[in-house]
């Protein structure tokens, strides 16, 4: 009596034989072709997974349609793909975690999979109706649990963010509640200046990560980051930085620009753009070494370095550095407080000014961000920005304007 072939037979590429699942053995013989098909089809047509790498494109899917065969399969006790099992819920759920895809492009990958199933499957021969209701009720399914998995794990997300951000922002709040208390307490001291001015530094540190948040989630939403554009040297706006910066860093940052570089720029969106480089290298660097901001010209463009030694930033994760929220859970597991905002904030300026943010990291370099942007930004405000798919920022975006809101 001829046996029929398990997943594994089918992954080493032996045929199966058994009676009444001419649709599975199909399944399981083409598997790859399945896999290889949809994957080209995805690429073109979702825009979310363009750049996505090959193994986190294709997740838990090769599982996937190893529980269709079984389901696929007479005598099977599996009826259909979902039955006991998580495995698309998990798909879901790394979509959200891995990715930028939104609800509708895990929804458009099951229906280029659904599509590419029956091309291949029929291509010889018809499926039976039997066949054809498993697969329908399968892909139906699955569908609906990885969407269950993709808005729980996203929910989950949005839980954590905001208890973090609850947590940091405690912090610069605090700190002004306690000063705020001295002045309360001894109104004619000598040290009032030096309270209030740190209520105001407070102050503005919460405001500032409030911008960013802000900033971030309007970004995610697909919106253009709005800034105010205005001739200015960005050589004093960098300077202005670091002295700033330096109260805390002291003698850590180093200015490397023998000229000034005039041009229209958004000088606070900068400004605060350097700062979440610095803060960035501040965090990962290593702190016995200084941290070089280099401003430079070069063929109408603006050129502004942060280079920092340390650690390096492998390959793998270049790709992902500047999506927004991306880096809260490597930040928490690090010990290092941080929303995943910063260099996200960083790309949103330097795209809303015509130009780019790129990382250079290598063992024996250190790191360096490079800000590439014209000198003349103002021809390029209509220019689109980096496509990103709804995230967490999606379901709390506002509309607001960078320059604007500090007085």
Same mark, same amino acid.
């Given at each position: 009596?001829?046996?029929?072939?398990? /997943?594994?037979?089918?992954?080493?590429?032996?045929?199966?034989?058994?009676?009444?699942?001419?649709?599975?053995?199909?399944?399981?013989?083409?598997?790859?072709?399945?896999?290889?098909?949809?994957?080209?089809?995805?690429?073109?047509?979702?825009?979310?997974?363009?750049?996505?790498?090959?193994?986190?494109?294709?997740?838990?899917?090769?599982?996937?349609?190893?529980?269709?065969?079984?389901?696929?399969?007479?005598?099977?006790?599996?009826?259909?793909?979902?039955?006991?099992?998580?495995?698309?819920?998990?798909?879901?759920?790394?979509?959200?975690?891995?990715?930028?895809?939104?609800?509708?492009?895990?929804?458009?990958?099951?229906?280029?999979?659904?599509?590419?199933?029956?091309?291949?499957?029929?291509?010889?021969?018809?499926?039976?109706?039997?066949?054809?209701?498993?697969?329908?009720?399968?892909?139906?399914?699955?569908?609906?649990?990885?969407?269950?998995?993709?808005?729980?794990?996203?929910?989950?997300?949005?839980?954590?963010?905001?208890?973090?951000?609850?947590?940091?922002?405690?912090? /610069?709040?605090?700190?002004?509640?306690?000063?705020?208390?001295?002045?309360?307490?001894?109104?004619?001291?000598?040290?009032?200046?030096?309270?209030?001015?740190?209520?105001?530094?407070?102050?503005?540190?919460?405001?500032?990560?409030?911008?960013?948040?802000?900033?971030?989630?309007?970004?995610?939403?697909?919106?253009?980051?709005?800034?105010?554009?205005?001739?200015?040297?960005?050589?004093?706006?960098?300077?202005?930085?670091?002295?700033?910066?330096?109260?805390?860093?002291?003698?850590?940052?180093?200015?490397?620009?023998?000229?000034?570089?005039?041009?229209?720029?958004? /000088?606070?969106?900068?400004?605060?753009?350097?700062?979440?480089?610095?803060?960035?290298?501040?965090?990962?660097?290593?702190?016995?070494?200084?941290?070089?901001?280099?401003?430079?010209?070069?063929?109408?463009?603006?050129?502004?370095?942060?280079?920092?030694?340390?650690?390096?930033?492998?390959?793998?994760?270049?790709?992902?550095?500047?999506?927004?929220?991306?880096?809260?859970?490597?930040?928490?597991?690090?010990?290092?407080?941080?929303?995943?905002?910063?260099?996200?904030?960083?790309?949103?300026?330097?795209?809303?000014?015509?130009?780019?943010?790129?990382?250079?990291? @290598?063992?024996?370099?250190?790191?360096?961000?490079?800000?590439?942007?014209? @000198?003349?930004?103002?021809?390029?405000?209509?220019?689109?920005?980096?496509?990103?798919?709804?995230?967490?920022?999606?379901?709390?975006?506002?509309?607001?304007?960078?320059?604007?809101?500090?007085?």
């Amino acid at each position: 009596m001829a046996r029929r072939q398990d /997943p594994e037979a089918a992954e080493r590429g032996e045929a199966s034989t058994h009676a009444g699942s001419r649709a599975a053995d199909r399944l399981l013989a083409a598997n790859e072709r399945v896999l290889s098909v949809w994957e080209e089809r995805v690429r073109k047509e979702v825009r979310a997974a363009g750049r996505e790498p090959h193994a986190i494109l294709i997740n838990t899917l090769p599982a996937i349609l190893r529980q269709l065969a079984e389901a696929l399969s007479p005598g099977h006790p599996r009826r259909t793909a979902t039955d006991g099992s998580t495995m698309a819920h998990e798909h879901g759920g790394e979509r959200v975690r891995l990715t930028h895809f939104g609800l509708e492009d895990l929804i458009a990958e099951y229906r280029i999979l659904r599509q590419v199933l029956f091309e291949v499957l029929e291509e010889k021969e018809r499926i039976s109706t039997e066949e054809r209701n498993t697969l329908n009720t399968s892909l139906d399914q699955a569908i609906m649990e990885a969407c269950g998995g993709y808005v729980l794990v996203l929910s989950e997300f949005r839980e954590q963010f905001f208890a973090t951000m609850a947590h940091d922002l405690r912090n /610069p709040l605090n700190a002004a509640q306690a000063s705020a208390s001295l002045i309360a307490g001894r109104p004619r001291a000598d040290e009032v200046p030096r309270w209030a001015e740190r209520i105001i530094e407070n102050i503005a540190r919460a405001d500032r990560m409030l911008q960013d948040l802000l900033n971030a989630m309007r970004v995610q939403a697909g919106a253009r980051l709005h800034i105010e554009l205005q001739p200015c040297d960005m050589v004093e706006v960098v300077r202005q930085t670091i002295e700033r910066l330096q109260l805390d860093q002291g003698a850590r940052l180093v200015l490397v620009a023998p000229n000034p570089v005039r041009g229209y720029f958004a /000088p606070d969106a900068l400004r605060r753009a350097i700062e979440n480089l610095v803060d960035n290298a501040v965090k990962y660097g290593d702190p016995s070494e200084p941290i070089t901001i280099t401003v430079r010209p070069v063929h109408e463009r603006l050129m502004l370095e942060v280079h920092n030694r340390g650690a390096h930033i492998p390959q793998e994760k270049q790709e992902t550095l500047f999506r927004a929220f991306q880096r809260l859970n490597e930040a928490e597991r690090s010990g290092k407080a941080g929303w995943g905002l910063g260099l996200a904030q960083v790309r949103a300026v330097a795209e809303a000014h015509g130009g780019s943010i790129a990382v250079d990291s @290598l063992p024996e370099r250190g790191t360096t961000f490079l800000i590439d942007i014209p @000198l003349d930004a103002r021809p390029y405000q209509k220019n689109p920005t980096t496509p990103v798919a709804p995230s967490v920022g999606s379901y709390l975006a506002g509309d607001v304007r960078t320059d604007s809101g500090r007085q």
